[in-house]
T-cell receptor, first 112, second 112 residues
């Protein structure tokens, strides 16, 4: 079946460090891929998306590239800030389906 | 108001109470969703509505009863809840079942 696997957290980094949060998926065909972010006490916010192979989604300094050959959609940011501390969810969606499949979430903490 | 709003933001109820959660989307979307988010568990999809018709009900106990009176509003009626129902309840909406979802801030429910 379809599934999303993301690296387990928590991930703790110092401010200005480089961030990678790994996400791989299992699916047939060509799903759309998303990263959502959840700040403390809030709901999920769409961070970025990619709808086809080799697409790069980007927002607020974060980037992720849809890699069909490795079935991956890793989230990266060149220089993290304390305000990036949150839980990040990778997700996939088929156009023929009625629900998004979410990963388990990765908690990120940034030290000043 | 913009985006997806949820009220109340916090709710404490006894096991014999009846209460309702409200969600309103101001995005002109035609699909709405209820999710349950518990600590240390994956995000659980509860109900899906498309064009005000329920299209998915993921084996949710009958003590949770959804209602979608129009495309902008979604309710979750609660009665005779159990302490294990304590969680963050998230509402989301999308323009079509095959498009990205936008989430509200959630209602933090505590059942005593």
């Amino acid at each position: 079946g379809n599934s999303v696997t993301q690296m387990e957290g928590p991930v703790t980094l110092s401010e200005e460090a480089f961030l990678t949060i790994n996400c791989t998926y299992t699916a047939t065909g060509y799903p759309s891929l998303f990263w959502y972010v959840q700040y403390p006490g809030e709901g999920l916010q769409l961070l970025l998306k990619a709808t086809k192979a080799d697409d790069k989604g980007s927002n607020k300094g974060f980037e992720a590239t849809y890699r069909k050959e490795t079935t991956s959609f890793h989230l990266e940011k060149g220089s993290v800030q304390v305000s990036d501390s949150a839980v990040y969810f990778c997700a996939l969606l088929y156009s023929s389906a009625s629900k998004i499949i979410f990963g388990s979430g990765t908690r990120l903490s940034i030290r000043p | 108001e913009t985006g997806v709003t949820q009220t109340p933001r916090h709710l404490v109820m006894g096991m014999t109470n009846k209460k309702s959660l409200k969600c309103e989307q101001h995005l002109g979307h035609n699909a709405m969703y209820w999710y349950k988010q518990s600590a240390k568990k994956p995000l659980e999809l509860m109900f899906v509505y498309s064009l005000e018709e329920r299209v998915e009900n993921n084996s949710v106990p009958s003590r949770f009863s959804p209602e979608c009176p129009n495309s902008s509003h979604l309710f979750l009626h609660l009665h005779t809840l159990q302490p294990e129902d304590s969680a963050l309840y998230l509402c989301a909406s999308s323009q079509g079942l095959d498009k990205e979802q936008f989430f509200g801030p959630g209602t933090r429910l505590t059942v005593l």
